[in-house]
């Protein structure tokens, strides 16, 4: 199954912790509000990631990050 990583931006409050458990795909900018490192604005979680990207969402403080199934 194909997942994406949604980060919702009206929620996101730039504490930068998605990138911190998740950079292989996230990185943060420079005010701290994490940026997709292949510039994709969905990006495709690798199925050897799928287990840190759901870790990342279920500690997003504010609840800005979503998986979805991608097909």
Do not use: K, Q
């Not at 194909?2 to 912790?17: E, F, N, P, Q, Y």
């Amino acid at each position: 199954m194909a997942t994406r990583l949604h980060i919702d931006w009206t929620r996101c409050d730039g504490h930068g912790s998605c990138a911190e458990l998740l950079p292989e795909l996230l990185t943060v900018d420079d005010f701290g509000f994490p940026a997709v490192r292949t510039g994709d604005r969905d990006p495709l979680v690798p199925d050897r990631l799928e287990e840190a990207a759901l870790h990342a969402v279920r500690n997003c403080p504010l609840m800005a990050l979503r998986l979805y199934d991608a097909s």
